[in-house]
């Protein structure tokens, strides 16, 4: 039996969480690659080495003294390796890393080299074997994650290893240059190490106990979801749930190996499991709630707009000819709405209005910013009757105005458009009507 673990930014920040993370894995022979984060942060006020890494790179490239910063990194390094006692030199890769930030290397190469570092402690905390993964991941000319060759590489290379540690975030093109996936993306490089090795499981340690029905910092003590599809968990990463990588499960849903989250600060919880599908019915109507702030409502009208063939289509052209997704685009007979990502949307706003009303013609667009967009998940769902009534009835008792409703042909989820001011009262609302009170 493989199990492949990933531990969070959390896990390792300090040498009192490595040597719990060394109780781990200690304690189950099957825990044979590792794949850790770069140290987070040890209190709520802390900084993330990643962050450090961005900050102090930042200085390299606008060619201003980035050494005090860097000497504050390898600290943060240096505290973990005496906290443990161990007889390890970082000086030579810190050479390294300040030449290469001189020569500047690249953003992505600075980020990596947080995952790199706690690697290198790892694996001699462990005695187990360690391998760059710039040697293993690969990414495409274009900067783009290549899964097959990969899967080629580290398959072969894991087989010639029987326990390792390859840190997570990171990887490189041919030519050797270090790419990273997006924040968080350690989440993923667990998922490419258990399907390359073809594990029987890939447990996520975090530190939190599993993948809670709503978001902690939202909601006091949500309870924890024993069981969760892909699909679910995909679908709550996505809109905010960051409990796990939205992208995560990608390479082990193909493989069909299960997810284990799981608390390094309480190992004795069972955490979430996450499965292709289940008869496990979900212990409330929904299994979980989640969300995002920072949307813009674009409301298109025309009258007899239904009637007009390729109208949404010219609507959405005005969006794809300025680069901009969409997230979701509920419509009615003479409306129709496209919700996107205000950040995207803001320098664009007026050629993509041009646009519009260059390619469809419409009566009027009307444009409302600062929204919210809340997604309820459960396979549960589909055979309970009245779920958006109940929500509708939740929000209106907590006085928060519904701007939007709109249920997947999936019924797996129903998203709802809010005000960023409401979003936290309405998470919570929602939480309340579905957990606490358990209609
Ligand atoms: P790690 O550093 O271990 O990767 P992250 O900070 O990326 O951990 O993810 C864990 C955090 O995700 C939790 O501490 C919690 O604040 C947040 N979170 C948001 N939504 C949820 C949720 N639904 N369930 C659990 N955690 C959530
Ligand atoms: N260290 C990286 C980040 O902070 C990747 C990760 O933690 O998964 O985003
Ligand atoms: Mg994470």
Redesign the pocket.
Known sequence: MIKVVKF??SSLASAGQFAKVGEIIRGDKNRKYVVP??P?KRNSKDT????MLYECYEKAEAEQDFKPQLRKIKERFNNIINGLNMKLSLDEEFKIIASNFSEKAGRDYA?SR??YLNGIIMSKYLGYEFIDAAEVIRFDKNGEFDGETTNKILSERLKKSETAVIP??YGAKEDGTVV????????I?GSIVAKACRADMYENWTDVSGCLVADPRIVDNPKPIKVITYRELRELAYMGASVL?EDAVFPVRKAGIPINIRNTNAPEDEGTLIVESTCQPSKYTITGVAGKKGFVAVNVEKDMMNTEIGFGRKVLEAFEVNGISFEHMPSGIDTMTIFVHQEEFAGKEQQVLSAIHRLAEPDVIDLEGDLALIAVVGRGMKSTRGTAGRIFSALSHANVNVKMIDQGSSELNIIIGVTNNDFETAIKAIYDIFVETQL
Not at 48 to 51: A, F, G, H, L, N
Not at 180 to 187: A, E, L, N, V, Y
Request: glycine residues 30%; negative net charge; proline residues 0%.
């Open positions: 969070g930014g984060s770069a987070g993330k080495v990643t962050d980020a947080g995952e997570g975030f990273t996936f997006s924040r968080g993306g350690s989440d490089t990588h």
